[in-house]
């Protein structure tokens, strides 16, 4: 690699400096001449069939130009279960109805001039409930999705237990917690005779698009989708029926209309993350060797599917392949219920799963009396992957999430981030530490591993056109939600072409203007569109070196591009990209090129350790991170302050899971209870620890310049590091998050009746 | 709907805005809706995130939690009253040499809250520097950059 190399540079994040300015444009920020504002009436009740909806009031007040009923919407869907509207309502904040008028205040006031009829139905708010035979339906085919389990296995877990010298088994439960990015989701719709232009809160505008054209019944042609700059979404803001609402309302009304939720709106019918209920079974040999994992996950997927099978999978994910072991497997259990719905939120449902497993197996390697880091060590499943036999066909490309033996990993630093983690925790000598007085502040440390698919995702294209002023435009329909995509994936361009960082621009984000990208998911942006960024940029410079060689008259194996010039190989820079852009006769010159990213000889995966060394104060409950260490797998880092922002940020924002957040609804109406940010007690910088983040010294073969999955992954490791931690300094297995100042006080009065 | 109107003088970033505003109406929805200055954000409305602070007389106070016709004399500064993308102020260019931020929506807000704080103590100590901060939220949970952030706009 040269010195002046662009990539594993931490050159600055590409729109911050709008964003430090307030110049960069949220949803939000939009305004349109004429433009009107909308509100939604939500439902009061659980699980209701609306009879009636009497809109005479507004029919002669001025400034009201649109209203919109379950009666008199176009019948198309925004997801399979998801009508724009629907006459059956699922949840305390589903959408009703909706008006357009003037300014906010009238949209108001006007929605609350609606006169709504309703009938309750039978209503069930939690999923051990919901599964029974005789339970209310939240939709008409059953509440358990797909009517059965997702069954996973590999080898025979009843011949694995039958070799265990001992079996443990634990219980778990994970609560749903929010998102909550700090910009509540907003769009701004516009009709041009056919045609509709969309600008929304968006982490895939292609899909978006897609969606759009299906609810409303048009063609995808007409459908124009703009991703505004993201207030951030961590996978939270898809799939709701925000956009179809304001496109149908601005339709009838002529204008263009906003809808911006509140943040009331953002917490209870924005997507949280599905609460579950997990059991781990273990079987292990008494030397420590683990002979069957079998991990049951039940999941609440609220009133709507959303992304849930994918995350119902996602939570077995660590239960099948982070540990080698012959014998495995896995049921996740999918359950509608009356609740407010759950969807995609960072890791999907890899951080259930992990905490589950991940404090089980610090719960056995404490009855083994084996050191948890040595257990991690002896156990975790190596380069070479699980064992068994390969199932999927030797020319398909393998799952990111694969459940049979015998494949292995495109490479593997799990035991580099055990060992290089714990030792920059100074794991063996965390015993060392001498509790501070007063003695009711207890030291203690923890840690966990683990395994995260992403990497590669769907197919991906990436357009590089030359400009004329010699810079390289990078087109795709990729978003940046506020994770640095656009800067990275620039970078890409910028090495494999030799030109400088800032002669890369970047459009992205446009239905009209880039082609098609999956959405920003699954930590796939870097792999994905990089990959085909890289690959256009391969095609652009050779192109570049052809125009070049014919107009030097050299053969064009004798020239290349250094620092953004044609240059020969005996050194002597002889044009510009400027010079080549304009002697060019065919324009723009542009390549566009697409990969199906992924592999198939080898599982593409990340990985990573977390240590955490807490203090539990015993009077009060409280518990305070004091220590941090994360160690991760992420292949090659392309962008180090980016990188490090990254897994600080995820870490923090997971240690609100495990300490302090939780959506709470009232069982019994169905009503959330703390729907602000004063109540979900999110992380302030008070609470944020010391981090020190390290990456293992891995270039993946496969990936972009040998990146790997990033985004999602540092989110996974802290509830199981936190708990392992406070279990160490105080006795008590918190298995129920998250870990609240009550429950740890609860747990130590039974430990001290015992 | 029956609104009530007063016409009053709003000092904005050092000019005086003469403007009708309901009753009712924060100074954030007059920043953002009446003179489009929308770098303060929305965030919650309801004074628990700090995306929308701005400085009243040089303090920072969350815009969402003051009715316009409170703030009377007093002289409002937003984040537009800094640097430009092109030329950043100094606590701007050390966010963003610091990544002291990701998603953006917060980050007016921070760079307020920390100009209030260095205007008032140059060199704060870091956990001078979590206290002033701690009334904004940053959900990317960036504030590991952010800390560092201050830290540099201090030392510049």
């Not at chain 1, 300015?21 to 439902?43: F, Q, W």
């Not at chain 1, 399979?80 to 959408?95: A, H, K």
């Not at chain 1, 070799?163 to 907003?186: K, N, V």
């Not at chain 1, 999430?401 to 100074?426: D, M, T, W």
Request: proline content about 5%; overall charge negative.
């Amino acid at each position: 690699m040269k010195p002046n190399a662009v990539i594993g540079g931490s050159v600055a994040r590409r729109d911050l400096p709008e964003k430090l300015t307030g110049e960069a444009k949220y949803v939000s920020d939009i305004r349109l001449p004429g433009m009107l504002h909308g509100k939604i009436v939500r439902s009061p009740h659980p699980h209701a069939r609306i009879t009636t909806i009497d809109t005479s009031a507004l029919k002669n007040l001025p400034g009201v130009h649109a209203i919109l009923t379950p009666f008199d919407v176009p019948d198309g869907k925004v997801a399979p279960d998801l009508p724009i509207l629907d006459s059956t309502v699922r949840y305390v904040g589903d959408e009703v109805a909706a008006v357009a008028a003037d300014d906010e205040d009238l949209a108001e006031y006007a929605a609350g001039l609606l006169e709504i009829s309703y009938e309750s139905l039978p209503f069930v708010t939690t999923a051990r409930q919901a599964i029974e035979q005789d339970a209310p339906r939240v939709h008409p085919d059953g509440n358990l999705v797909g009517g059965k389990p997702l069954s996973l296995s590999r080898g025979n877990v009843d011949e694995g237990f039958a070799q265990a010298d001992r079996i443990f088994s634990m219980s778990f439960t994970t609560p749903s917690h929010s998102a909550a990015a700090l910009e509540p989701r907003a769009a701004v719709a516009m009709w041009e005779g056919d045609c509709l232009t969309v600008w929304k809160s968006s982490r895939g505008v292609h899909a978006d698009r897609l969606n759009l054209a299906l609810a409303l019944g048009i063609e995808r042609d007409a459908v124009h989708v703009i991703g505004a700059t993201m207030g951030a979404g961590y996978g939270s803001k898809d799939e709701t029926r925000l956009s179809a609402i304001a496109a149908v309302l601005a339709q009838r009304a002529g204008k263009p209309v906003k809808i911006e939720a509140t943040r009331e709106e953002e917490f209870v019918a924005g997507r949280k993350r599905h609460s579950t209920e997990t059991t781990v079974k273990v079987g292990v040999t008494s030397d420590g060797a683990i002979t069957a994992i079998h991990a049951v996950t039940l999941m609440d997927t609220g009133a709507y599917l959303s992304s849930g099978p994918g995350v119902v999978r996602r939570a077995g994910q660590g239960a099948l392949y982070l540990y080698h072991c012959a014998n495995v497997r896995y049921d996740g259990y999918l359950v509608y219920t009356n609740q407010p719905s759950a969807g995609s939120y960072r890791a999907l449902g890899a951080p259930q799963g992990h905490f589950a497993l991940e404090v089980t197996m610090n719960h056995i390697a404490d009855e083994l009396g084996i050191d948890p880091l040595d257990f991690r060590l002896r156990n975790h499943v190596g380069i070479d992957g699980q064992p068994g036999e390969r199932v999927t066909p030797t020319t398909e490309i393998i799952d990111t999430q694969p459940v049979e033996g015998g494949i292995p990993f495109s490479s593997n630093g799990l035991r580099e981030c055990l060992e290089s983690g714990a030792k920059a925790f100074g794991w063996k000598d965390r015993h060392g530490i001498q509790p501070r007085s007063p003695s009711h502040r207890k030291i203690g440390s923890g840690m966990g591993m683990f395994i995260y698919r992403g990497g590669p995702g769907g197919r991906s294209s990436a357009n590089l056109r030359l400009n004329y002023d010699g810079s390289v435009q990078l087109i795709a329909g990729l978003m940046d939600v506020g994770e640095g995509s656009a800067t990275v994936i620039s970078q890409i361009v910028a090495e494999t072409m030799d030109i400088s960082y800032d002669d890369v621009r970047v459009t992205f984000g446009d239905t009209r203007r880039t082609p098609e990208a999956p959405i920003t998911a699954g930590s796939t942006a870097t792999f994905s569109t990089g990959s085909a960024a890289r690959q256009a940029a391969t095609e652009l410079k050779a192109k570049i070196l052809r125009i070049a060689a014919t107009r030097l008259d050299e053969d064009v194996n004798a020239l290349d591009i250094v620092d953004g010039r044609v240059t020969s190989d005996d050194g002597v820079a002889h044009l510009s990209l400027a010079d080549i852009a304009a002697s060019v006769t065919e324009h723009p010159l542009e390549v566009e090129a697409s990969v199906t990213p992924g592999s198939k000889d080898h599982i593409v995966n990340s990985f990573g350790a977390h240590f955490a060394q807490v203090e539990v104060n015993t009077e009060t409950g409280n518990v305070r991170v004091l220590k941090y260490v994360a160690a991760h797998d992420s292949g090659r880092i392309l962008n180090p302050q980016l990188a490090v922002n990254q897994v600080e940020g995820g870490v923090s924002q997971m240690l609100g899971f495990t300490l302090s957040e939780e959506m709470l609804t009232d069982r019994h109406s169905g009503i959330t209870l703390n729907a602000s940010f004063l109540e979900h007690k999110s992380p302030t910088i008070q609470e944020y620890p010391p981090i020190q983040t390290i990456f293992a010294d891995v270039v993946d073969p496969i990936g972009p310049f040998g990146a790997k999955a990033l985004g999602e992954p540092p989110s996974i490791g802290v509830a199981p590091a936190v708990i392992n931690a406070i279990y160490d300094a105080v006795g008590v297995r918190i298995t129920d998050l998250p870990a609240t100042p009550d429950k740890i006080l609860n747990a130590l009065g039974a430990q001290s009746e015992v | 709907m029956t609104t009530f109107t007063a016409q009053i003088e709003l000092k904005v970033n050092g000019r005086v805005h003469n403007i009708q505003v309901r009753h009712h109406w924060t100074l954030l929805h007059v920043l953002r809706e009446t003179l489009s200055l929308t770098g303060a954000k929305r965030g919650c409305d309801r004074g628990e995130c700090g995306a929308c602070t701005v400085l009243m007389d040089g303090d920072p106070v969350y815009a969402c939690q003051m009715l316009v016709l409170q703030v009377g004399d007093r002289g409002v500064t937003t984040i537009e009253a800094l640097g430009d993308s092109d030329n950043l102020h100094s606590i701007q260019q050390a966010f963003l040499d610091n990544d002291g931020g990701q998603c953006g929506y917060c980050t007016p807000g921070f760079v307020l809250s920390a100009k209030a704080l260095l205007d008032a103590a140059p060199n704060p100590t870091e956990k001078q520097i979590r206290r002033a901060l701690s009334g904004n939220l940053c959900r990317c949970n960036a504030y590991g950059r952010i800390i560092e952030s201050v830290k540099q706009a201090a030392r510049n």
